[in-house]
């Protein structure tokens, strides 16, 4: 296989799950914990869980480790399926193609499996960055995530041999963590590189909104693109730490949108923004600095009078707050006027 | 997510088994709730029946109450001097327990407190019968009681923006002190304001707040009902209207509430009323009343039974009974109760005959009177009447004394006329035919026997003064129209 096929064979399949991704998260509300959010801990757990999966794989039994993982996958594409089938048939469906996965490494059909993994991974990537991001995990934390990554990811994959050795080990496998495409060792995308590809313009869309995610995905699929066209010229070793340029990159988006755009929405924030769905309004601070300003002012009513004022323009005067806010609303006022005592 | 599900699989554990719930565990399941709902702003309803707990199957019940009441009795008898005094002259008989009464538990406070508990906190009933009772916490049932109340309110709509004001008697130490636990842990503002004059309370209700992250005024209101009835006549005789305040709940409690007090509590205050039945000597255990108008209670708490007041058998669906109620472990662990009578009437329903929306929770009419007037017509029935009509001032003074063929009913109204008279008249033929006559009296000390209700325990302010001038010219101060600006 030609390697511009590789580089655009790879970079489709990462982009089609990242629109699937986000297509889920447009489309479909997944049923999330009653009580309870994606927070620290959870990010916390994630992170050792990433870490520990080469030494696991390198320690356990083949059979335990691919198990465990196969479970793990499994419950993913389940949850992803149910919203849209209903939960028996999306059982039924994650049961055939984990089946399906298992026989064709049984059988030793070399490229089919390569294929029916993948499609596992993408399926079990839509259904878990949709959890996270629909439970409420912040750009913030996936943001400290990546960047938690782009340190140990280089460490563990140029600094120790076992990233390579398990790549090795991971051929033909059922369940094996990792999207590996056309087969080409060199361009094997880890399950921690491939679920923050899937992830970060997910969670972009949710904090901060369409264009925020674009970007996000856009700098996403030109980073990939420019590791594979660096890792064919030879500019990069044979096996790329990809956490490591693609970290920084995350982060920095990161730190740019904060900078900009203030604190990430909720989710609450964000469904209302796509439904228009209807939220208590605060006071705004000005109407409060209006109002002061404006009694400061006033001068024709006796020291000690209450006055109320709906954006700095006096619509009620009493004896007590209530009072004034009372003679408001006889003068028309709909608004709660803020009541500043005069004198 | 991962450690959120751990501390409620270990609150569920306290459930089932009846052992202590973790405090801490239990603030953190709270935090849990709070930060959903800052996240997605409103809980599913699975949240709910996590929490709440939703009633066990029949036999599952029985199984699971008849352990925790067994261990109710085993600590109470092991652990208090007066059941430890009791059970040595009797056999340990789950089936022909005594009954508790608040004269017994007002004779000797201390006797009830548990040797091994570690009391901080003495709460007092109101003590309207003229010595009240007195109930001992520790630090472990005050922490529990703030954070199931924060959970049960949260689920119930309280939020972080929205502001409580309390108008119940600052001296009672547990509401107060629940209040401003569970305000911390939601994150709502709070403000006790007491039994005051209800032209202070509709002050508070009414004026603007403008805190960063809060709503503009009050949002919800918590009163005894005869304070409530204060208040509502307060607006209905004033210059106010719903709109002039923010509400969007208001909690009575304590007082009977009557359909007609509540019709028009919802229509001055332009909120709706949520009943709710609680006594301190009960704590935690708390009736809900549903849309029907059945009163609800959780049993997965606390034994709850109604009996004849004379006999103490249990009465049949339909019939009246005293409520009776044995507060379980783990929520209680200092002042220790075996079949406490409330004292508080009530009809007993059929539960597997009910159709609201908690059908399947044990389920009793709404509170009818007190044990004591079970001879005469029922307070409940008496007020009902009487808070229809509004030339009868709130809160309502009433007196029933004995007459020749049935109880003679005073009314304490300002100005009586003939034409109340005959509309009162026929609607008592209606409603209470067994009554031998009505009397009206412009004087409320006048009634035959004391009319005393919860809002007489009324507190002092300087404030007051500051209001005269509005008392006596209700009519609101108009700005001058020059300085109305945009709006005139």
Redesign the interface.
């Known amino acids: 296989v030609k390697y511009e096929t590789q580089i655009l064979t790879q970079t489709s399949v990462v982009a089609s799950i990242m629109i699937a991704c986000a297509l889920y998260l447009w489309r479909i509300e997944i049923r999330r914990p009653p009580i309870g959010r994606f927070n620290r801990a959870d990010v916390t757990t994630i992170t050792v869980i990433i870490i520990a999966i080469p030494f696991a794989y390198a320690a356990l039994p083949v059979a335990v480790a691919s198990t465990v993982f196969g479970i793990v996958f499994c419950t993913a594409i389940q949850t992803a399926l149910s919203p849209i089938v209903g939960g028996r048939i999306a059982t039924m469906i994650t049961l055939a193609i984990a089946a399906a996965d298992i026989a064709l490494a049984i059988w030793g059909r070399h490229g089919w499996i390569t294929v029916a993994n993948d499609i596992i991974v993408g399926c079990a990537l839509v259904g878990v960055t949709n959890i996270w991001v629909q439970s409420g995990a912040k750009a913030s934390y996936v943001a400290v995530f990546a960047g938690v990554l782009a340190i140990y990811d280089p460490i563990v994959t140029w600094l120790s041999p076992l990233m390579q050795q398990l790549f090795v080990q991971l051929t033909d496998l059922p369940f094996a963590p990792l999207l590996s495409l056309v087969g080409h060792i060199r361009l094997r995308l880890g399950l921690g590189d491939a679920l923050m590809f899937a992830l970060w313009p997910v969670v972009l869309a949710k904090a901060y909104g369409r264009v925020a995610a674009w970007i996000g995905g856009a700098l996403s699929i030109g980073t990939l693109v420019v590791i594979e066209v660096l890792l064919l010229a030879g500019r990069l070793p044979n096996l790329v730490a990809v956490m490591a340029i693609y970290g920084p990159v995350v982060v920095l988006q990161y730190v740019v949108l904060r900078l900009t755009r203030g604190p990430e929405r909720t989710t609450a924030a964000w469904r209302a923004s796509r439904t228009a769905r209807h939220t208590e309004r605060v006071e705004s601070v000005d109407g409060r600095t209006r109002a002061l300003a404006a009694a400061r002012e006033l001068d024709q009513l006796a020291a000690g009078t209450y006055a109320a004022f709906d954006d700095g323009v006096l619509v009620g005067t009493g004896h007590t707050p209530a009072q004034a806010r009372r003679s408001a609303r006889l003068a028309g006022c709909p608004a709660v006027p803020v009541v500043v005592r005069t004198g | 997510?991962?450690?959120?599900?751990l501390r409620?699989l270990r609150y569920g554990y306290s459930l089932l088994t009846g052992r202590r719930f973790s405090a801490d565990g239990l603030q953190k399941?709270v935090a849990?709730?709070v930060?959903?709902l800052?996240?997605?702003?409103?809980?599913?309803?699975?949240?709910a029946?996590?929490?709440m707990v939703a009633e066990p199957d029949a036999k599952a019940e029985q199984e699971v109450v008849g352990a925790r009441l067994r261990q109710a009795v085993r600590d109470a008898a092991t652990s208090t001097a007066y059941y430890r005094e009791w059970f040595g002259r009797h056999d340990i008989d789950v089936d022909d327990l005594p009954i508790t009464t608040k004269a017994q538990l007002k004779s000797a406070p201390f006797a009830f407190v548990s040797d091994r508990s570690q009391p901080v906190l003495m709460a007092q009933t109101t003590g309207t019968t003229g010595v009240p009772a007195s109930i001992w916490f520790s630090r472990y049932e005050l922490d529990v009681l703030s954070c199931l109340n924060a959970l049960a309110e949260m689920l119930a709509g309280l939020r972080r923006?929205h502001v409580v004001a309390n108008f119940g008697s600052s001296r009672a130490a547990l509401p107060v002190y629940d209040l401003m636990r569970t305000s911390t842990l939601v994150g709502n503002g709070c403000l006790q304001v007491g039994i005051v004059d209800p032209r202070i309370a509709?002050?508070?209700?009414?004026?603007?707040l403008?805190l960063?992250?809060?709503?503009?005024?009050v949002t919800h209101m918590v009163a005894n009902a005869s304070f409530l009835a204060a208040v509502v006549q307060e607006v209905e005789q004033g210059?106010?209207?719903a709109?002039?305040f923010?509400l969007r709940q208001i909690f009575p409690g304590g007082e009977i509430l009557t359909e007609a007090l509540r019709l028009r509590a919802e229509e001055a205050l332009g909120a709706p009323v949520l009943e709710t039945y609680a006594a301190t000597e009960i704590t935690p255990i708390a009736g809900r009343v549903c849309s029907q108008r059945h009163m609800h209670f959780a049993t997965h708490q606390g034994q709850i039974e109604v009996l004849d007041p004379m006999t103490h058998r249990p009465v049949a669906p339909g019939e009246i009974g005293v409520l009776v109620v044995t507060p379980y472990p783990p929520f209680r662990d200092t002042t220790l109760l075996i079949r406490y009578e409330t004292g508080d009437l009530v009809r007993r329903l059929a539960t597997d005959k009910l159709s609201c929306e908690l059908a399947n929770v044990f389920a009793t009419s709404q509170v009818l009177g007190r044990a004591d007037t079970l001879a005469g017509p029922l307070a409940r029935e008496v007020l009902e009447i009487l808070q229809t009509e509004p030339a009868i001032p709130l809160p309502t003074r009433y007196a029933l004394v004995p007459g020749r063929s049935g109880p003679v009913l005073h009314v304490a109204v300002p100005r009586p006329s003939r034409r109340l008279v005959s509309r009162l008249e026929e609607l008592i033929a209606q409603t209470l035919p067994g009554l031998d006559g009505l009397v009206l009296t412009d004087d409320p000390d006048s009634l035959p026997s004391p009319c005393v209700v919860r809002a007489d325990l009324r507190e002092h302010s300087f404030e007051l003064s500051?209001?005269v001038?509005?008392a006596a010219d209700p009519a609101?101060?108009?700005?001058?129209s020059d300085?109305?600006?945009?709006?005139?």
């Open positions: 997510m991962l450690a959120t599900g409620q399941i849990d709730l930060e959903t800052d996240e997605f702003g409103e809980t599913t309803d699975e949240a029946e996590m929490l923006h509709i002050e508070r209700l009414a004026t603007p403008h960063p992250g809060k709503a503009n005024q210059a106010w209207k709109a002039d923010g500051a209001l001038p509005a609101p101060v108009e700005p001058e300085l109305l600006g945009a709006l005139a």
